[in-house]
């Protein structure tokens, strides 16, 4: 095999295992973040604390994972997609000597736009099963996902799974453009400030902390975030379009409802960070230690 052939496989086999420890260890704070955004004028969460507590007493600490089946599955192809095409893309710009931040910005910008053909439907089904049964014993008024992705076929087509498709890509492609970008520039300000690493604890360490930096600060788009929740969880047809469901979630409570949940998102995209960056620098490096690719250490 290729030094291109490994790096691609390195990629999309670090990117699947990230993707699967950063979705069980954030997804509780997903789940609240889902919540919150759904609740509108309604109130009836004051701040993340009391959702966190209200899901456990009603619903169990289980309520916490509703839907996490489904996203965990697609992770074997959203990260793997994200982590593969990124860093496809950056060594054909690196072979074209463009690299660094600019390098990063585009790798980023042509990942996140590659897997939102399988974030749309998977985030779609997520959502609609962290919503339901809410308030009610764990279990109750509750499908699995794939008899709602049967029910959802049934009633829309594959053109159902789709709904918010353009919002996804909003959301995805800034988001990853700045993801890969803000991690780079992180792990290059460790650098300077404590020199660079020198242990595999001190690596690990610092594609932690710089994926945790990066994870949060990609939350700055967060307002796509909440008209694509809104707009994706709309099984009643209540909304006719996404500038019908960004004018009546405004109208409804104001331009804050563009920022409900924006706490438990920005913990979530910090520890989604850290679980990601530091589990795929791991997987990375062993894989070298294992079969050997030094040249692609040297390039990431």
Not at 136 to 163: D, N, T
Not at 206 to 227: E, N
């Amino acid at each position: 095999m290729d030094d291109n052939s490994t790096n691609r496989t390195i990629g999309f086999v670090a990117g699947w295992f990230g993707g699967c420890v950063a979705t069980v260890v954030s997804y509780p704070a997903d789940t609240i973040k889902v919540r919150m955004q759904m609740e509108g004028a309604k109130q009836r969460y004051q701040n993340s604390l009391q959702c966190l507590v209200n899901i456990c007493k009603t619903e169990s600490i289980r309520g916490l994972f509703k839907g996490m089946a489904y996203p965990l599955i697609s992770q074997l192809f959203i990260n793997a997609a994200v982590f593969g095409a990124e860093n496809v893309i950056a060594i054909e710009l690196q072979s074209h000597n463009l690299s660094g931040i600019p390098a990063k910005m585009i790798s980023g910008a042509v990942a996140g736009a590659a897997q939102c053909i399988i974030v749309c439907p998977a985030e779609l089904i997520k959502i609609r099963m962290q919503n339901q049964g809410v308030g009610q014993s764990y279990g109750a008024g509750v499908i699995g996902p794939w008899s709602a992705s049967k029910l959802l076929y049934r009633e829309r087509g594959i053109a159902g799974f789709y709904r918010g498709w353009w919002l996804t890509i909003a959301r995805e492609v800034p988001q990853y453009a700045l993801y890969f970008s803000v991690y780079q520039y992180s792990k290059d300000k460790c650098a300077d400030k404590v020199g660079p690493p020198k242990t595999q604890l001190q690596r690990t360490a610092h594609s932690a902390l710089s994926g945790g930096v990066a994870g949060a600060v990609t939350w700055l788009w967060y307002p796509a975030d909440v008209v694509k929740t809104r707009f994706q969880n709309d099984k009643s047809g209540k909304y006719k379009g996404i500038a019908d469901c960004y004018s009546k979630l405004v109208f409804e409570g104001g331009h804050r409802m563009l920022f409900a949940g924006i706490m438990p998102t920005l913990v979530r995209g910090f520890i989604n960070g850290v679980a990601t960056f530091a589990t795929v620098d791991f997987v990375k490096t062993h894989w070298d230690s294992a079969f050997g690719n030094a040249s692609y250490n040297r390039r990431n």
